[in-house]
């Protein structure tokens, strides 16, 4: 098995991902209490998982970071 077909292969296993979110503020003070939540998904890979997350993202809400689980 080739390198690149090694890597193509390590891509394809499932992966359960992580998103921290928190509300967008309404102004640039800085001064509103943060509030962050997580988001997980579980996916063939990342590509997938990644539209899943943002799709569980509210209106006005901003995904911070995307993470793997068992990290």
């Known amino acids: ?10 891509y394809d296993v499932a992966v359960n991902l992580i998103a921290m979110v928190e509300p967008i503020p309404e102004d640039q003070s800085g001064r509103d209490p943060r509030q962050v939540e997580e988001k997980a998904v579980e996916a063939e890979n990342y590509e997938p998982g990644r539209e899943a997350l943002m799709a569980k993202v509210s209106e006005m809400w901003r995904m911070t970071s995307i993470r793997r689980a068992d990290y």
């Open 1 to 10: 098995m080739t390198a690149s077909a090694r890597i193509a292969r390590a």
